[in-house]
């Protein structure tokens, strides 16, 4: 019921057609004001390659239409209504891409799926913040891994990610940006890297249709996660969705001084901010002055 909404004001319209991954037509519908015209053309032209996007990762996009209202003020950037999202006309002044894939993304996260109580809240922000970073990954070529560390890492390991945990966190945190938004967002790239993309982007698409126009929680999640992996993920999310905090890596090289060897010794130490040991594959990069 939290997703109804309606919206009144005197707006002008337009309208445009994405074309999904699947070659399917989407209606989209916009509602800003008149003075917002112009600027609105420029944000807006960027949806139908976020539905790209997000139909080839997730699979067809779920409803009739996907359309948007701009609204002033607004103490929210977004809202996503179902395939009726809330914007804060800020987004069209400042022509705010991120803040509207977050949202359009929502239309499978947190609407086609919504999360069956408060605690699992971070299955609908904690997934759509990660769009963010899938879509960034469209759009720019850059690994999401980029976007993730430059945009979310410092929020995911300060604040009250380090005091609560993603599932179930106090009321009036469901909101909260460091836990429930980056933290959220880290755990689902945290579970790509360990699935690997093959294994992880058809585990979501499993996940909406298995609960679609429903609810889920965390447990459901895990679930679906577990038979596409094949194995047990307990020590996983055990540690990243309800433990507070995160582990902290110190790391020294030790390079062998044969010249005729390449090779090098690696100590990894570990401690973390809740004094439990973390289980984590981690990747080793090596760097010299000749590549």
Same mark, same amino acid.
């Given at each position: ?30 509602? +800003?004001?008149?003075?917002?015209? =112009?600027?609105? #053309? ?7 390659? &976020? &539905?790209?996007?997000?139909?080839? !990762? *997730? ?8 359309? &948007? ?17 809330? /914007?804060?006309? $800020?987004? +069209? ?6 803040? +509207? ?7 499978? *996260? ?41 945009? @979310? @890492?410092?929020?995911?390991? #300060?604040? $009250? ?12 945190? +469901? ?9 959220? =967002? ?8 360990? &699935?690997?993309?093959?294994?992880? *982007? ?30 047990? @993920?307990?020590? *996983? ?10 582990? /902290? ?15 090098? !010794? ?17 990747? @080793? ?7």
């Amino acid at each position: 019921t939290y997703l109804m909404v309606f919206h009144v004001s005197q707006y002008c319209v337009w309208k445009d057609t994405a074309i999904t991954a699947s070659g399917d037509t989407v209606s989209l519908l916009y509602f +800003i004001w008149p003075q917002d015209s =112009a600027q609105s #053309s420029t944000v807006f032209a960027t949806v139908p390659g &976020m &539905m790209e996007c997000y139909t080839s !990762r *997730f699979g067809p996009y779920p409803f009739a239409k996907y359309a &948007m209202a701009a609204v002033y003020p607004f103490v929210y950037g977004g809202m996503e209504n179902q395939n009726m999202t809330t /914007i804060i006309r $800020n987004w +069209i002044t400042g022509n705010d891409r991120y803040g +509207i894939a977050h949202e359009l993304s929502h239309m499978w *996260f947190g609407d086609k799926v919504t999360c069956g109580t408060w605690a699992d809240i971070w299955l609908n922000e904690g997934f759509a913040t990660y769009c963010e970073a899938i879509y960034d990954e469209y759009l720019t070529g850059r690994r999401p891994g980029v976007y993730m560390s430059n945009e @979310l @890492l410092s929020y995911a390991i #300060s604040g $009250n990610a380090n005091i609560y945990t993603v599932y179930n966190p106090p009321l009036p945190l +469901i909101y909260d940006y460091n836990l429930i938004y980056a933290k959220g =967002a880290w755990v689902l790239h945290m579970l790509r890297w360990v &699935m690997g993309d093959t294994v992880f *982007f058809p585990m979501l698409q499993a996940y909406g249709d298995s609960f679609a126009y429903g609810t889920a929680v965390t447990s459901d999640f895990q679930r679906i996660a577990e038979r596409h992996q094949g194995s047990s @993920l307990d020590w *996983f999310f055990d540690q990243w969705v309800h433990r507070p905090g995160h582990p /902290i890596y110190q790391a020294v090289v030790y390079q062998r001084t044969n010249p005729d060897s390449a090779a090098a !010794r690696m100590r990894i130490r570990q401690a973390s901010t809740s004094g439990d040991l973390y289980r984590m594959p981690l990747a @080793l990069t090596c760097s010299t002055a000749a590549g």
